[in-house]
């Protein structure tokens, strides 16, 4: 996504006022809502715009190598995030002398790939802000409620763009149309195209295992992700906040 992309510019300063110490929690929720949606329109103006002019959002990949601590858990937002977004994402994981490393491989259409990484970079952020303000309850081991936290905060976000981007597409395709076709139509294609992508560089990629966690603080994780900003800064290649260590 270009930097100067006006509507870029518009979620910056709808997260802007949202993050404002003096913002009551009700007008941050509906600052965040706004953003949310508008990341949704712009992923459906592009698979639009993209009809008539293909060679402007190709499918595309990269791969994002997450730092410890909470390497795994960072792989699995990015993933989930990829997922909503109409990406795609293979979690890969490399076993060295220093111990497990986690990466995540993804594919998508350029504009998909950049609302991605909009996304999980803010993310990333707010997760790690709110992770040090909250207590771990005695006795409980740190790193498995902070897992346990994470979790919830990704399902609660992954629920909430899932609703952004539903209702984005309900409401293009009450009045857009491209060549004939409809807008899920149009979506559909797009998706296609990624998973021949993926299938193309994994052609025998298997499932993973479902992770089994034993910390408490999944509750509290949700909270926070119904509240967390949807947007913020760019992915670069070295995280721009560390989440609090084990």
């Not at 293009?172 to 299938?199: C, K």
């Not at 994780?221 to 995280?239: T, Y």
């Amino acid at each position: 996504m270009p930097v100067d992309h006006p509507m870029l510019a518009k979620i910056r300063k709808l997260l802007a006022k949202a993050e404002n110490d003096a913002t009551t929690p009700e007008e941050a929720e509906l600052y965040t809502a706004r953003a949310a949606r508008l990341i949704a329109d712009y992923g459906i103006d592009q698979a639009l715009l993209a009809v008539d002019l293909p060679n402007t959002d190709v499918v595309g990949d990269r791969v994002v190598r997450l730092d410890a601590p909470y390497a795994r858990d960072k792989a699995e937002l990015l993933s989930s995030v990829a997922m909503r977004l109409r990406c795609r994402a293979v979690q890969m994981t490399d076993r060295t002398p220093q111990g497990t490393r986690f990466a995540v491989h993804l594919f998508g259409h350029q504009s998909d790939l950049a609302r991605a990484d909009l996304l999980f970079t803010s993310l990333l952020m707010q997760a790690s802000t709110w992770l040090s303000r909250t207590p771990v309850p005695r006795p409980e081991n740190k790193a498995a409620f902070r897992r346990s936290w994470l979790a919830g905060f990704r399902l609660a976000i992954s629920r909430r763009l899932e609703d952004a981007e539903r209702r984005a597409e309900a409401d293009a395709a009450s009045h857009a149309q491209r060549d004939g076709r409809s807008v899920g139509l149009v979506l559909a294609d797009r998706s296609a195209e990624v998973d021949q992508a993926l299938r193309d560089t994994y052609p025998r990629l298997g499932k993973a295992r479902p992770r089994q966690l034993s910390g408490s603080g999944m509750a509290g994780g949700w909270s926070a992700g119904q509240q967390a900003d949807l947007g913020g800064g760019r992915l670069h290649s070295k995280e721009p906040e560390a989440l609090p260590g084990v």
